[in-house]
């Protein structure tokens, strides 16, 4: 069985900092995704990586401020979210793709498993 679980949401202040992690079960996977969906909003992509190179993408909106990596041997991979902003609030989730794209997939339809999600909060 497949399973993604999120963790290291929670509320913090305009400024901090929270690290996400996404750790996967079941299978391997070209990719990891980090998408995030704000109330009344659209889900959003936020960044990906692959699990060999660890080539990477991000949204503009992050760029600078989030940074996303992996650790191969326990198939989890991580979301380091500087700088948080109060537009930043958003259930995150975390999402696998099991086909190998060049470049990495910014669109939710083509991850293929996903997780539960992990509430981010930030106040002004």
């Known amino acids: 069985q497949v399973q993604l679980v999120e963790s290291g949401g929670g509320l913090v202040q305009t400024g901090e900092s929270l690290r996400l992690s996404c750790a996967a079960s079941?299978?391997?996977?070209?990719?990891t995704g980090w998408f995030r969906q704000a109330p009344g909003k659209e889900r959003e992509f936020v960044a990906a990586?692959?699990?060999?190179?660890?080539?990477?993408l991000y949204a503009n909106s992050v760029k600078g401020r989030f940074t996303i990596s992996r650790d191969y041997a326990k198939n989890t991979a991580y979301l380091q979210m500087n700088s948080l902003k109060p537009e930043d609030t958003a259930v995150y989730y975390c999402?696998?793709?099991?086909?190998?794209?060049?470049?990495?997939?910014?669109?939710?339809?083509?991850?293929?498993?996903w997780g539960q999600g992990t509430q981010v909060t930030v106040s002004s």
């Open positions: 990586i692959t699990r060999g190179r660890g080539s990477t």
């Open positions: 079941g299978r391997t996977f070209y990719a």
């Open positions: 999402a696998a793709d099991t086909v190998a794209r060049d470049p990495l997939g910014a669109v939710a339809g083509f991850y293929d498993y």
